[in-house]
């Protein structure tokens, strides 16, 4: 067999950019698969270099897009998503100028983290700190005592701490890496002494690796046009984390606030004047709901037929005998057409068993009723019309889950998104709340409105 690989050592920084993203589109078990074939073909120098050639094994938001030109790479990703990795090869790079990263060395590199601690347990010592990815005979000297790093060209990194600002104040840089930028305490003033600081070269970069939170920083630099700005969930690095470890935590934390944060990697926003908050909706959630006595899906349709219209929302609740409501679905359909968001109304109606659809007829009028019937005239429709504003209509729900009456039976990021930035002023996008909407008629028509002592389903 002829390897698709050179057999000169020497030739293969110049060859890996040729086949490098044929590569990166394979699996990781295609790559696994290949290589053991591949693997008596290769001289023993080679599949150590290859070893360490970072530019083999990134993924692709492990790689800084190499244009427009960027002065920052914000590296947002979830809890062993691999961003050390990313920022500590980087470094590296930079440190020995390898192309693609430096044409020619950075003399002069900050390291900066949450604390000292932190900067010499993770960035330098850590599994995948700069001493563990550095090959024997390049690997840089760690002087802990000057908090230092000293590689043989003459490149040095210093070590900083986001509790001390003033330590950056003085220290010139033409490249830096600060990790876990969003836990840093001082984190705006440490971020403007290290700004000032960056003044080497002629083009001085920076590297910001971080688990994100809602903070005006972190903002600010995913709105500036300078800024390159990579992703990845926890999930990405899964080849290289326990699978007990994955399986765990997607079923603790899958879904919610805190999981979609730290292992997703997505910034989760919460507006100051929402009727709801993250608290108040972690605080209501269950397993599953049981004992339901009514049932019924609420249907917000669009104010157009047209594709590009809002979306419908759709959103199963049902009460219990005790008074309390559960949230059992959110079916909202985006870009649909009147009969294709029909029969998802319907199909839900039907998987839930429910007792009736729920239609809000304002701007549809009879047209939202009569498309459902079209689709199954069997289907009960109640016709709901609003006579208040959408904020109002949603006091008395959000009054509801404020005094413990409401649950939801599972995790419903975007209408819990919504929920979240729903404001006196309506969401911050601009656009309809239409989940939410959908979930104000379904609660509203279950829970506020006389009717009755409930029956108790299947008797």
């Given at each position: 067999?002829?390897?698709?690989?050179?057999?000169?050592?020497?030739?293969?920084?110049?060859?890996?950019?040729?086949?490098?993203?044929?590569?990166?589109?394979?699996?990781?078990?295609?790559?696994?698969?290949?290589?053991?074939?591949?693997?008596?073909?290769?001289?023993?120098?080679?599949?150590?270099?290859?070893?360490?050639?970072?530019?083999?094994?990134?993924?692709?938001?492990?790689?800084?897009?190499?244009?427009?030109?960027?002065?920052?790479?914000?590296?947002?990703?979830?809890?062993?998503?691999?961003?050390?990795?990313?920022?500590?090869?980087?470094?590296?790079?930079?440190?020995?100028?390898?192309?693609?990263?430096?044409?020619?060395?950075?003399?002069?590199?900050?390291?900066?983290?949450?604390?000292?601690?932190?900067?010499?347990?993770?960035?330098?010592?850590?599994?995948?700190?700069?001493?563990?990815?550095?090959?024997?005979?390049?690997?840089?000297?760690?002087?802990?005592?000057?908090?230092?790093?000293?590689?043989?060209?003459?490149?040095?990194?210093?070590?900083?701490?986001?509790?001390?600002?003033?330590?950056?104040?003085?220290?010139?840089?033409?490249?830096?890496?600060?990790?876990?930028?969003?836990?840093?305490?001082?984190?705006?003033?440490?971020?403007?002494?290290l700004q000032f600081g960056l003044r080497l070269g002629d083009r001085p970069r920076q590297v910001v690796t971080t688990t994100p939170r809602p903070l005006p920083l972190i903002k600010r630099?995913?709105?500036?046009?300078?800024?390159?700005?990579?992703?990845?969930?926890?999930?990405?690095?899964?080849?290289?984390?326990?699978?007990?470890?994955?399986?765990?935590?997607?079923?603790?934390?899958?879904?919610?606030?805190?999981?979609?944060?730290?292992?997703?990697?997505?910034?989760?926003?919460?507006?100051?004047?929402?009727?709801?908050?993250?608290?108040m909706i972690e605080s209501c959630r269950e397993p599953a709901a049981s004992g339901l006595a009514r049932i019924v899906v609420a249907v917000d349709p669009p104010a157009s037929s047209s594709?590009?219209?809002?979306?419908?929302?759709?959103?199963?609740?049902?009460?219990?005998?005790?008074?309390?409501?559960?949230?059992?679905?959110?079916?909202?359909?985006?870009?649909?057409?009147?009969?294709?968001?029909?029969?998802?109304?319907?199909?839900?109606?039907?998987?839930?068993?429910?007792?009736?659809?729920?239609?809000?007829?304002?701007?549809?009028?009879?047209?939202?009723?009569?498309?459902?019937?079209?689709?199954?005239?069997?289907?009960?429709?109640?016709?709901?019309?609003?006579?208040?504003?959408k904020y109002l209509r949603a006091e008395p729900v959000a009054a509801l889950y404020a005094q413990g009456r409401v649950r939801h039976a599972g995790r419903f990021p975007a209408l819990e998104?919504?929920?979240?930035?729903?404001?006196?002023?309506?969401?911050?996008?601009?656009?309809?709340?239409?989940?939410?909407?959908?979930?104000?008629?379904?609660?509203?028509?279950?829970?506020?409105?006389?009717?009755?002592?409930?029956?108790?389903?299947?008797?």
């Amino acid at each position: 067999m002829t390897p698709i690989l050179p057999p000169d050592c020497d030739a293969l920084p110049s060859f890996v950019p040729s086949w490098h993203d044929a590569w990166s589109a394979l699996s990781p078990r295609t790559q696994v698969r290949l290589l053991k074939r591949l693997l008596p073909e290769l001289p023993a120098e080679l599949l150590e270099t290859l070893r360490q050639e970072w530019t083999v094994w990134a993924r692709p938001d492990q790689k800084a897009r190499r244009s427009p030109p960027w002065f920052i790479w914000l590296v947002l990703g979830g809890r062993g998503a691999g961003k050390t990795r990313t920022g500590a090869e980087w470094v590296r790079g930079m440190a020995l100028g390898l192309p693609p990263f430096a044409n020619a060395p950075t003399g002069r590199i900050a390291l900066v983290g949450e604390t000292q601690g932190q900067v010499r347990d993770v960035m330098i010592e850590g599994i995948s700190g700069l001493l563990a990815i550095h090959l024997r005979s390049e690997r840089p000297s760690w002087s802990p005592s000057r908090r230092r790093l000293e590689w043989g060209n003459g490149s040095i990194a210093q070590a900083f701490s986001a509790e001390d600002p003033e330590g950056l104040r003085g220290p010139q840089f033409g490249a830096a890496w600060s990790d876990e930028l969003a836990k840093w305490p001082n984190l705006q003033e440490c971020w403007d002494m290290l700004q000032f600081g960056l003044r080497l070269g002629d083009r001085p970069r920076q590297v910001v690796t971080t688990t994100p939170r809602p903070l005006p920083l972190i903002k600010r630099l995913l709105d500036d046009p300078r800024v390159a700005v990579s992703r990845a969930a926890t999930a990405a690095n899964r080849f290289n984390l326990a699978p007990d470890f994955i399986r765990s935590v997607t079923e603790a934390y899958g879904g919610t606030r805190l999981g979609r944060q730290e292992l997703d990697g997505e910034i989760v926003e919460e507006s100051a004047d929402a009727l709801w908050t993250r608290a108040m909706i972690e605080s209501c959630r269950e397993p599953a709901a049981s004992g339901l006595a009514r049932i019924v899906v609420a249907v917000d349709p669009p104010a157009s037929s047209s594709q590009r219209a809002d979306s419908c929302g759709l959103v199963v609740a049902g009460i219990d005998q005790d008074g309390i409501g559960h949230v059992l679905e959110d079916g909202t359909i985006s870009g649909a057409r009147p009969h294709e968001w029909a029969a998802k109304a319907v199909a839900l109606y039907r998987r839930h068993e429910a007792d009736a659809l729920v239609v809000e007829v304002n701007q549809g009028g009879e047209m939202a009723t009569s498309v459902i019937r079209e689709v199954d005239a069997s289907v009960p429709v109640t016709a709901v019309r609003a006579t208040r504003g959408k904020y109002l209509r949603a006091e008395p729900v959000a009054a509801l889950y404020a005094q413990g009456r409401v649950r939801h039976a599972g995790r419903f990021p975007a209408l819990e998104d919504e929920m979240c930035d729903f404001g006196p002023g309506g969401l911050s996008s601009g656009r309809s709340p239409d989940r939410l909407d959908a979930l104000v008629w379904a609660l509203t028509h279950l829970m506020l409105q006389p009717k009755g002592r409930p029956r108790v389903r299947g008797m």
